[in-house]
């Protein structure tokens, strides 16, 4: 009987295992070194899902459109470094509500993500701005007036259309539970130009559910 169970366990358990850790590795985050990744990804939270992202505050009031989630150190093979100092944030956090509406959430993206680069909290909240004023947001995602579902290779498609000069590949769409939450970019880290993608999964979904 406990060769039985031993083999059992190796035939069923084993392989389960290894694909937990496999899927482990692609998205795992790592405590790493400032200025040690391989690119940006900027992520830009669709309003209306933006008070649901981690780190945003109680208070938070749904915007509409797209809002800046944040710019995070990313790399090749899926991973990310995470909180990599204690730096203080920037003493006028205030100044950035115009992209991201929520100082709670501004704190969390200095501690967790920001904090992985070398520049100063200023530097670097500025660094956000032009990453998000480089992305043209497609008209009809600029003036949706009721819920419309799309595929989510048709809101790339948008996003391609109205940011000709970006590579293909350069946005990922990202989504939970069929609704539209997020579109990624992936940008160079030096000079924030357009790459593609490598190391992301993006939203499987048939079709997405986009809330105004």
């Not at 990804?41 to 992202?53: D, R, T, Y």
């Not at 520049?119 to 008209?139: K, N, Y």
């Not at 590579?167 to 579109?183: D, H, I, M, Y």
Request: with cysteine; proline share 9%.
């Amino acid at each position: 009987m406990k060769t039985f169970s031993v083999r059992r366990f190796a035939t069923v358990c084993l392989p389960l295992l290894v694909m937990a850790v496999c899927c482990l590795r692609s998205d795992a985050q790592e405590k790493g070194e400032p200025g040690k990744f391989g690119f940006y990804l900027m992520n830009l939270a669709w309003g209306p899902e933006f008070c649901s992202v981690p780190g945003a505050g109680s208070e938070c009031k749904a915007p509409r459109g797209f809002v800046l989630h944040g710019l995070w150190p990313q790399n090749y093979n899926g991973s990310y470094p995470v909180n990599c100092g204690d730096r203080s944030g920037p003493a006028r956090p205030e100044l950035n509500l115009d992209i991201t509406p929520d100082l709670p959430l501004l704190d969390h993206e200095w501690k967790k993500h920001g904090t992985c680069t070398t520049m100063s909290p200023e530097d670097f909240f500025t660094l956000e701005h032009q990453a998000f004023h480089s992305v043209r947001i497609p008209e009809k995602l600029r003036n949706l007036k009721h819920e419309e579902p799309l595929r989510p290779k048709d809101v790339l498609h948008l996003f391609a259309k109205a940011n000709p000069s970006f590579p293909q590949g350069s946005f990922v769409v990202s989504c939970e539970k069929e609704r539209l939450t997020a579109v990624e970019v992936c940008l160079a880290k030096d000079g924030l130009m357009p790459i593609s993608c490598q190391g992301l999964r993006g939203c499987d979904a048939q079709a997405v559910q986009i809330i105004p």
